[in-house]
């Protein structure tokens, strides 16, 4: 698929791109910072999803709200990049924290940006080197503003349900949209009206993306012509599902960032526990 990159063809472009190591774990928030220090692709900045792709939260807004412009653009512009620079971003190996930077970047505009399939895992296996050094890039002066077209708010949300032209749907396990487990917060279940898409069903059991016929099986039932909202537990694992389905061709897609974490901060909207 388009926005995917394979390590080799990273290897042969590596001193063309400006690679980016999102990788993260959300019970340790420091785990992946450390990992990072321990070894990463040779050049590759880190960009953490607590400090750099996410706001600090507040009462609303979710447990990761988008970044401040201005502490995201600076970031961009910390690592060296600039509108023409080619990005290049990894994770572990699911691509989810990956997901959520290149969701930004295609936020606020930036077009030459792809994913390494298989995130460093891949990289990894194929026997490419791992360095410790840290590499400090030219600062550049990244300015633009942002595509609020493509995201929604709680009120939006409640909206939609009163819209036929409009599908949301949730991208967290069966399990927690089923409100059976919740390791992350206080209320259990989702939002009402939400479809569950479990976003690891993009993915094949190596942690690579499936194929577009693959994907087009799983998401055949959503209208294209509808407007479809995407939600998860705070808006990062939301953004898999972005990428799958602007890959399949769908136009109208919208992320709703605070998901069910905002929903969740209204104590008087209501939750469900039952398949939708």
Not at 86 to 108: K, P
Not at 123 to 149: F, G, H, M
Not at 211 to 231: M, R, V, W, Y
Request: charged fraction near 25%.
């Amino acid at each position: 698929m388009e926005f995917l990159i394979n390590a080799q063809e990273l290897y042969e472009k590596i001193s063309d791109v400006i690679i980016i190591d999102t990788r993260f774990e959300l019970l340790n928030p420091s785990k992946g910072e450390q990992l990072y220090k321990e070894g990463h692709i040779p050049g590759a900045q880190y960009f953490s999803l607590h400090n750099d792709l996410s706001a600090q939260p507040k009462k609303h807004g979710g447990s990761h709200p988008l970044p401040d412009q201005d502490v995201f653009l600076g970031k961009l512009s910390e690592a060296g990049i600039t509108k023409q620079t080619t990005v290049v971003i990894y994770d572990q190996g699911n691509a989810m924290f990956a997901a959520r930077l290149y969701w930004l970047l295609e936020h606020y505009g930036h077009r030459s940006k792809y994913i390494l399939n298989g995130g460093i895992a891949a990289w990894i296996n194929a026997k490419l080197p791992i360095t410790s050094v840290v590499k400090r890039p030219l600062r550049q002066n990244y300015q633009e503003q942002p595509d609020l077209s493509m995201i929604v708010n709680v009120d939006d949300v409640k909206a939609s349900k009163e819209v036929m032209n409009t599908i949301l749907i949730d991208a967290r396990s069966r399990e927690r949209y089923l409100g059976k487990s919740e390791p992350l917060y206080r209320k259990a279940g989702h939002i009402p009206g939400a479809k569950c898409f479990d976003w690891t069903a993009v993915l094949t059991a190596e942690g690579k993306w499936r194929s577009k016929e693959e994907l087009a099986q799983i998401f055949g039932e959503l209208d294209p012509n509808k407007e479809i909202i995407l939600s998860c537990g705070s808006g990062v694992s939301a953004c898999m599902n972005y990428l799958a389905l602007t890959a399949l061709g769908y136009k109208n897609v919208k992320l709703y960032p605070g998901s069910f974490s905002d929903w969740i901060s209204y104590p008087e909207l209501p939750i469900e526990t039952k398949a939708e």
